[in-house]
């Protein structure tokens, strides 16, 4: 067993809203860094632990977890459409290891994947369906949420299950940090947004979408003016939770309640549910270090941006 760890904030708004040259510069550079790291380790396969935005997953059947078995990126702000390499019987087999450990997971035979989950493949590999992958979904934009500690198990027991493999497996967990973009959100919906919610923003129509997607570009723009009416970055938030992760004991998070998450960094917080759980896997299979690391709070990404690249100590 060889495994490694990359950890990334995604945003939609890469390549639609601009940040000053130097944030931009300093993202780049992040960006080499864990693109060099993942091709060195060169993994036979990868392990995703992503989110999904109301693309895949829908309050229709909200799971709080789901291995897929086979998957397919719905290609949204520009990310690359269509189908993932999953190796279905590792993806199985996962599944199955990951029940028997008490972690009620569910599975799809055909996961629909978003920016989410796609966004770290292309920016360190070129392409989706360049590596094996396996992806894991964490609901992270779609209240009720389970319990950090329950997180942090299904992150265990996924390290377990490729702490007995005999490939190099990089664990790549894509989401957060602080950020409350403008997602609609069923507590407060329009009939309307209900519906989207429930399962109607399923295979939009490339005008509904282009709608959908502008709404976010223009809260981003107005987000960097300071004009934006969603909640401020968290970046202390943030770094408490990157120097915990770096510590190697994550059981201070399990203090973590739902609503503090969201009071503190935003609605879309939860998004560290799959940061959380990647760190989980990497210390299922040893002790680890954090051997880079990268953050700033990016309004014109509504994200606080992290990235790290982590090895076994
Ligand atoms: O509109 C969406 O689907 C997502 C928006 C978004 C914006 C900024 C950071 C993120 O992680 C997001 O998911
Ligand atoms: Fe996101």
């Known amino acids: 067993m060889t495994t490694a760890l990359l950890a990334m904030s995604h945003s939609p708004l890469l390549d639609y809203v601009d940040p000053p040259a130097?944030?931009?510069?300093?993202?780049?550079?992040s960006f080499a860094v864990a693109r060099k790291f993942a091709n060195d380790f060169d993994p036979d396969l990868v392990v995703t632990f992503g989110p999904d935005h109301y693309n895949g997953f829908f309050y229709e059947l909200m799971p709080p977890y789901c291995i897929g078995y086979e998957a397919l990126s719905i290609g949204d702000y520009g990310s690359q459409a269509g189908a993932l390499n999953v190796p279905t019987e590792e993806a199985k087999g996962l599944a199955e290891y990951?029940?028997?450990?008490?972690i009620d997971t569910a599975v799809s035979l055909r996961m629909e994947v978003d920016h989410g989950a796609v966004q770290p493949l292309e920016i360190l590999f070129g392409d989706i369906a360049a590596k094996p992958v396996v992806p894991v979904f964490i609901n992270s934009v779609a209240p009720p949420f389970v319990p950090i500690n329950r997180v942090r198990r299904l992150g265990q027991a996924v390290g377990e299950y490729f702490a007995q493999s005999d490939k190099k497996v990089l664990f790549i967990a894509s989401g957060g940090l602080s950020?409350?973009?403008?997602?609609?959100?069923?507590?407060?919906?329009?009939?309307?947004?209900?519906?989207?919610?429930?399962?109607?923003?399923?295979?939009?129509t490339p005008e509904a979408r282009d709608e959908r997607?502008?709404?976010?570009?223009?809260?981003?723009?107005?987000?960097?003016?300071?004009?934006?009416?969603?909640?401020d970055l968290a970046p202390e938030w943030d770094k408490e939770l990157m120097e915990i992760l770096a510590s190697g004991d994550l059981s201070p998070l399990d203090a973590w309640t739902t609503e503090w998450m969201t009071e503190v960094a935003g609605n879309s917080s939860h998004e560290v549910r799959t940061w959380i759980a990647a760190y989980s896997a990497m210390g299922a299979c040893g002790a680890y270090t954090v051997n880079y690391s990268f953050y700033k709070p990016i309004p014109e990404y509504i994200a606080g941006f992290g990235v790290t690249t982590v090895i076994h100590a």
Do not use: W, Y
């Not at 130097?22 to 550079?29: G, H, I, P, T, W």
């Not at 990951?98 to 008490?102: F, Y």
């Not at 997607?213 to 909640?231: C, L």
């Open 22 to 29: 130097d944030v931009k510069a300093a993202v780049d550079e």
């Open 98 to 102: 990951v029940l028997s450990q008490g």
């Open 213 to 231: 997607q502008q709404r976010v570009i223009t809260a981003g723009k107005a987000f960097a003016k300071g004009e934006a009416d969603i909640m």
């Open 179 to 204: 950020h409350d973009p403008p997602v609609p959100r069923i507590a407060t919906a329009t009939p309307e947004q209900r519906a989207f919610l429930l399962g109607g923003g399923r295979h939009l």
